[in-house]
């Protein structure tokens, strides 16, 4: 793991949404892999209502982020506050995740999937979004910006074309 890791609280869908996101990220041509699995003892499953020998945690690594799935019970949701962001380098990469992650969720503006089926927020941008959007024209930044507004998910060729003027 490394040294800050992102804790994700679940219901008892941990064990679930490691292994979709693992899956998606491993199928994106993207370093995944599932760590430790730890389970509910006896003592730990009275405390937290949890039956004994569920999951109660799952480590995860997403392209090098470290996660911890938490199955914790209905006491905490997931919110749009916190969104976790795929650069890609690709339409083919922006397709493939917008659509592994939007499936059962809901669509947002900008890139953003305001939550996917385990209620998670997601930004699927391109690397040179960033780039576009801190240039030195501000004209090249107001083109970008009016076609990002428009856009659900993003059209790479659409956004550069904003952004050229054309």
Avoid at 16 to 38: D, H, L, Q, S, W
Avoid at 63 to 92: H, M, V, Y
Wanted: charged share 25%.
């Amino acid at each position: 793991m490394s040294k800050i890791t992102t804790c994700l609280w679940f219901d008892k869908q941990a064990e679930e949404a490691a292994k979709f996101y693992v899956n998606m990220f491993a199928k994106g041509g993207r370093k995944a892999k599932i760590g430790k699995i730890a389970r509910y003892s006896d003592s730990a499953a009275k405390v937290s209502g949890q039956p004994k020998g569920s999951v109660m945690t799952v480590e995860f690594d997403l392209d090098g982020s470290s996660f911890l799935g938490l199955n914790g019970g209905l006491i905490f949701k997931f919110s749009s506050a916190t969104s976790f962001i795929i650069s890609c380098e690709t339409q083919k990469e922006i397709d493939y995740f917008w659509a592994q992650l939007s499936a059962g969720g809901r669509e947002g503006q900008c890139g953003w999937i305001d939550h996917d089926k385990f209620g998670i927020s997601w930004q699927v941008v391109p690397k040179v979004l960033a780039k576009i959007m801190s240039g030195s024209d501000p004209l090249k930044t107001e083109r970008a910006m009016k076609a990002l507004i428009a856009m659900k998910k993003i059209n790479l060729a659409s956004l550069k074309k904003a952004a050229a003027g054309k």
